[in-house]
C-alpha cells in the first residue's frame, strides 16, 4: 500500500510539474544589440554584406530566434557610444550587447584612460539593464608606438576581466594579420571589403555563442528531426 501511495504522489508531482510548464510564458528569444562604429555599420559595402547582417544569416542557420538591431554609426568613438547607450538600452531591452568601439578613440590619438573608462561605464551599465556584454578588441599599427599599441589592445581584456564579459580579443584577427591583406581591404586601408566580413563574422561568433542560452534553439516549423 505504501509503495502505490508513493507511486501515486509521483505521478501527481509529474502532472503538476507538466501543467505548470504548459502554462508557463516561452521565454521570449534573444536581442543583441550591437553598439558599433564603421567596421558594423558596413561603411563602404553594399547593405546587408558586412558582419552584422551576416550575424542574422548565422542565427537564422543556427535555429537561433535572435533579433539584431545594429546601432553602429561611422566615425563613432566610445564616448560616442557612452553617450547613446541609456536610449538604446531602455528602447530594445537588449539580452545581448555587443561592444565594437574604440578605433577611433586610437585614431584621433585619445588617452587611453578615457577609452577605458568609456568602456567600462557602458558595460557597467549594459549588465545592469540585465544584459551580457561581448567586448571586441581592436588593435592599431605599431606606428603609434610600441607603448600606445600594447596598451590599447590590452585595455579591452582589462575591462572585461574588471566586469566578467565576454571578450573577442581582436576583431580583425585573420584579416588585418592574413598575408593577403592588403587585398581584404577598401582603397584606404582602415575598412575591410564584403570579402572580410565573413572572417570578422568568424571571430566573434564563438565568444557570443557561448553567451546565447540554448534554450533560444528552437526547431523551426517543418525542419526534420
Known amino acids: 500500500m505504501r509503495w502505490v501511495s508513493w507511486r501515486r504522489r509521483e505521478l501527481l508531482a509529474f502532472l503538476l510539474a507538466a501543467v505548470y510548464a504548459a502554462a508557463a510564458p516561452a521565454a521570449a528569444p534573444p536581442v543583441i544589440l550591437v553598439l558599433g562604429d564603421s567596421l558594423s555599420a558596413e561603411y563602404g559595402l553594399k547593405r546587408g554584406s558586412g558582419w552584422v547582417a551576416l550575424l542574422e544569416d548565422r542565427l537564422a542557420r543556427e535555429r537561433i530566434p535572435a533579433r539584431v538591431i545594429n546601432a553602429s554609426i ?22 545581448h550587447v555587443i561592444i565594437e568601439l574604440g578605433a577611433n578613440d586610437a585614431l584621433r590619438g585619445l588617452p587611453l584612460a578615457g577609452t577605458e573608462d568609456n568602456l567600462a561605464q557602458m558595460t557597467q551599465a549594459a549588465q545592469k539593464a540585465g544584459a551580457r556584454v561581448l567586448l571586441v578588441g581592436m588593435q592599431v599599427p605599431p606606428n ?55 572572417r570578422i563574422l568568424d571571430n566573434v561568433w564563438p565568444e557570443l555563442k557561448k553567451q546565447l542560452p540554448d534554450a533560444a534553439r528552437q526547431r523551426q516549423p517543418g525542419s526534420a528531426s
Open 74 to 95: 561611422s566615425g563613432d568613438t566610445t564616448s560616442g557610444g557612452r553617450a547613446r547607450l541609456p536610449a538604446l538600452l531602455s528602447q530594445h531591452k537588449p539580452t
Open 144 to 198: 603609434y608606438g610600441s607603448d600606445y599599441t600594447k596598451k590599447f589592445a590590452a585595455l579591452f581584456a582589462q575591462v572585461a576581466a574588471r566586469f566578467h564579459a565576454g571578450l573577442v580579443p581582436f576583431l580583425l584577427a585573420g584579416v588585418a594579420d592574413a598575408p593577403d591583406a592588403r587585398t581584404l581591404f577598401q582603397s584606404d586601408g582602415i575598412h575591410p571589403r564584403a570579402e572580410a566580413h565573413p
